[in-house]
C-alpha cells in the first residue's frame, strides 16, 4: 500500500483497531524513502498513541534508527535505551537488548562519551551470557576505550583479563593480544611482550601466528 493510501487510512478511521499498523507501515515506507523527519513523526505518534500496539516494540527500534540518520543522536541513544528496557526476558528480548546496547555504545563512542561507553560495555558484559563471544568483543571494546582515554595500564588490564577466557582463538582475544605486545614493547617490559606473542602464535593459524612466533623469538633474542 503507497503511503498516500496510509495517510488516507490514517485520517479516516483514527484510532481503528488497524490505526497502529497503518502508523507504523506509514513510518516504515517514510524510512525506506529516507524521509527520516516523518518517519519519525509517525513513529513517535504510534508509540505516544498505542503505547500496547504489538507494533510498538519494533517502533521504537525504528524511531532510533531514524534519530540517528537525522543526527539526533541524545534522542536516538534515549529511544535505543527505551527498546532495550522493554525488550524482554526471554532469548529474543536479551539478543534485542543486547543490539540496542551495541548501538548505544557505537554513538557514545563516536561522540567520545568515554565513560558513557564503558558503562554501556559493562551492561553488555552483564547482559551477555558468559560462554558467548560478546563477553570477549566486549572487553575488547573497554581496552580501545581505555587507550583513546590515554589510559594505558588500564587497557592491558583489561586486556590480560581476556586471557583466560575461552575460546582462545576468538578473533577479539587474539587482536588483545596483539595489542598487548606492542603496549609492553612501548613500555619496555620485554618479558611480558614475549608472553604474549606466544599465547598468539599458540592460538592464531597462519600468517598471524608465524609473525608472532617470529617476534616473541626475536625479543627472546635480545633480552
Known amino acids: 500500500m503507497p503511503v498516500p493510501a496510509f495517510e488516507r487510512l490514517i485520517s479516516n478511521f483514527d484510532r481503528s483497531d488497524d490505526t497502529s499498523l497503518a502508523l507504523f507501515h506509514l513510518a516504515s515506507s517514510y524510512y525506506n524513502l529516507k524521509k527520516y523527519e516523518d518517519a519519525s513523526r509517525y513513529y513517535s505518534r504510534l508509540i505516544e498513541e498505542y503505547p500496547t500496539s504489538e507494533y510498538t516494540k519494533a517502533t521504537q527500534f525504528n524511531l532510533a534508527l531514524s534519530y540517528k540518520a537525522l543526527g539526533k543522536l541524545d534522542m536516538a541513544q534515549y529511544a535505543y535505551m527505551k527498546y532495550a528496557e522493554s525488550a524482554g526476558t526471554d532469548k529474543a528480548g536479551e539478543q534485542s537488548a543486547l543490539a540496542a546496547l551495541w548501538e548505544i555504545f557505537s554513538i557514545q563512542k563516536d561522540r567520545k562519551d568515554f565513560d558513557g561507553a564503558l558503562s554501556t560495555l559493562a551492561k553488555i558484559q552483564g547482559k551477555a551470557k558468559a560462554d558467548s563471544d560478546t563477553p570477549i568483543e566486549a572487553g575488547y571494546r573497554m581496552g580501545e576505550i581505555y587507550l583513546a582515554m590515554n589510559r594505558p595500564d588500564e587497557a592491558m588490564n583489561t586486556w590480560e583479563n581476556l586471557r583466560i ?59
Do not use: C, H
Request: charged letters at 30%.
Open 165 to 223: 577466557m575461552k575460546p582462545l582463538g576468538n578473533p577479539f582475544r587474539l587482536q588483545s593480544l596483539i595489542k598487548l605486545g606492542e603496549l609492553y614493547e612501548k613500555s619496555a617490559d620485554m618479558v611480558k611482550a614475549v608472553g604474549a606473542y606466544e599465547d598468539l602464535s599458540r592460538n592464531a593459524t597462519g600468517e598471524v601466528s608465524a609473525a608472532a612466533k617470529e617476534r616473541a623469538n626475536a625479543l627472546r633474542k635480545a633480552m
